[in-house]
């Protein structure tokens, strides 16, 4: 594995030509000899949490001097303190040292389950509280989502994937990448009721029932499109006429910039207030505003941990609610 981990590192393993095809002993062995360090990485299938859980990872492999997979079996708790305190002597963000907990968490975890460690020393070692990061990805307000809603245009192709894109994202909280991987099979029934069949990190799969409007909205589209019929395609599609491939899937950043930035410029909405989590927060802090319990936005939100959660959970920051509003001089 060297100093850091790297996808060259990985066996490569031959590609089947047919289902009756055997391993032969060789290849048999190579797999057999994946250590499971390197069987957890290779099973994130988020690029994004693949990026990010290497750095961290190797950042703490450098820290202890981690060299070989199985070095990762004489860590204990003391080594997870000693990097905790280096990172806060860094003044990282409070969240950006709790992605780094986490991340070396999950891999323990999963040499847990494998039976190549006994236990995780990553449990027990306190994080920043969960708190630290509140505010850092706002959400919009109750005004401003239904401006938003309403911005584009009703009549045309474009516009009306738009509606139905925004709407996917205000009342379902779904990150930009689960958007574009949604094909139009992951939008049907449920005993009854439309649902979206979400594809989330690490491969878990949620079931969201679908809001009435955002079902409104992408029937509208899905009429206007007409692709309904393409089970297998995108449900998303770009709407340019000159693509090469016009069952091409949507780009989470392109989503971003085009659709959701797009048209909070047009409204003015201060861009450096709207990060490509802010409709995911707005949702989420709806939700959890009008009654919706934690445990249940969790699961919706498709989160491992409810601390995670709870940085959504605003009810006690409303500005309306502060004792400034309840001080008052008498002249």
């Given at each position: 594995?060297?100093?850091?981990?790297?996808?060259?590192?990985?066996?490569?393993?031959?590609?089947?030509?047919?289902?009756e095809?055997?391993?032969?002993?060789?290849?048999?062995?190579?797999?057999?000899?994946?250590?499971?360090?390197?069987?957890?990485?290779?099973?994130?299938?988020?690029?994004?949490?693949?990026?990010?859980?290497?750095?961290?990872?190797?950042?703490?492999?450098?820290?202890?001097?981690?060299?070989?997979?199985?070095?990762?079996?004489?860590?204990?708790?003391a080594?997870?303190?000693?990097?905790?305190?280096?990172?806060?002597?860094?003044?990282?963000?409070?969240?950006?040292?709790?992605?780094?907990?986490?991340?070396?968490?999950?891999?323990?975890?999963?040499?847990?389950?494998?039976?190549?460690?006994?236990?995780?020393?990553?449990?027990?070692?306190?994080?920043?509280?969960?708190?630290?990061?509140?505010?850092?990805?706002?959400?919009?307000?109750?005004?401003?989502?239904?401006?938003?809603?309403?911005s584009?245009?009703?009549?045309?192709?474009?516009?009306?994937?738009?509606?139905?894109?925004?709407?996917?994202?205000?009342?379902?909280?779904?990150?930009?990448?689960?958007?574009c991987?949604?094909?139009?099979?992951?939008?049907?029934?449920?005993?009854?009721?439309?649902?979206l069949?979400?594809?989330?990190?690490?491969?878990k799969?949620?079931?969201?029932?679908?809001?009435?409007?955002?079902?409104?909205?992408?029937?509208?589209?899905?009429?206007?499109?007409?692709?309904?019929?393409?089970?297998?395609?995108?449900?998303?599609?770009?709407?340019?006429?000159?693509?090469?491939?016009?069952?091409?899937?949507?780009?989470?950043?392109?989503?971003?910039?085009?659709?959701?930035?797009?048209?909070?410029?047009?409204?003015?909405?201060?861009?450096?207030?709207?990060?490509?989590?802010?409709?995911?927060?707005?949702?989420?802090?709806?939700?959890?505003?009008?009654?919706?319990?934690?445990?249940?936005?969790?699961?919706?939100?498709?989160?491992?941990?409810?601390?995670?959660?709870?940085?959504?959970?605003?009810?006690?920051?409303?500005?309306?609610?502060?004792?400034?509003?309840?001080?008052?001089?008498?002249?």
């Amino acid at each position: 594995m060297g100093s850091g981990i790297r996808k060259d590192d990985f066996p490569q393993v031959p590609v089947a030509v047919s289902d009756e095809r055997l391993l032969s002993r060789i290849e048999f062995q190579r797999l057999a000899d994946v250590p499971p360090e390197a069987e957890w990485f290779a099973n994130l299938t988020n690029e994004n949490t693949k990026r990010a859980y290497r750095h961290d990872v190797t950042s703490f492999m450098r820290f202890v001097g981690i060299k070989r997979p199985e070095d990762f079996r004489t860590v204990t708790r003391a080594h997870v303190i000693a990097w905790r305190k280096t990172l806060e002597k860094r003044k990282l963000a409070p969240a950006t040292t709790r992605r780094k907990l986490s991340a070396l968490s999950d891999l323990y975890d999963y040499l847990c389950e494998k039976n190549a460690v006994p236990d995780n020393p990553v449990h027990g070692v306190e994080r920043p509280k969960e708190g630290a990061n509140q505010g850092k990805t706002p959400a919009i307000s109750d005004a401003q989502a239904v401006a938003l809603l309403e911005s584009p245009p009703r009549h045309t192709l474009k516009g009306k994937r738009d509606r139905a894109i925004l709407a996917v994202f205000l009342f379902h909280a779904v990150r930009r990448a689960e958007l574009c991987d949604l094909r139009v099979k992951d939008y049907g029934d449920r005993e009854g009721i439309k649902h979206l069949t979400i594809h989330g990190k690490g491969g878990k799969i949620r079931f969201i029932p679908a809001h009435a409007r955002a079902v409104r909205l992408v029937e509208e589209y899905l009429d206007a499109a007409g692709h309904r019929g393409e089970a297998d395609s995108p449900l998303f599609r770009a709407v340019a006429k000159n693509l090469d491939d016009p069952k091409q899937r949507l780009n989470p950043g392109s989503v971003y910039r085009n659709v959701v930035m797009h048209y909070c410029r047009r409204l003015g909405i201060e861009a450096e207030g709207v990060g490509p989590h802010a409709l995911r927060a707005t949702s989420a802090t709806n939700a959890l505003s009008h009654g919706s319990d934690i445990a249940e936005v969790q699961e919706w939100l498709g989160h491992s941990s409810i601390s995670t959660t709870r940085l959504y959970d605003k009810r006690k920051m409303r500005p309306e609610d502060s004792p400034t509003f309840k001080v008052k001089y008498r002249t």
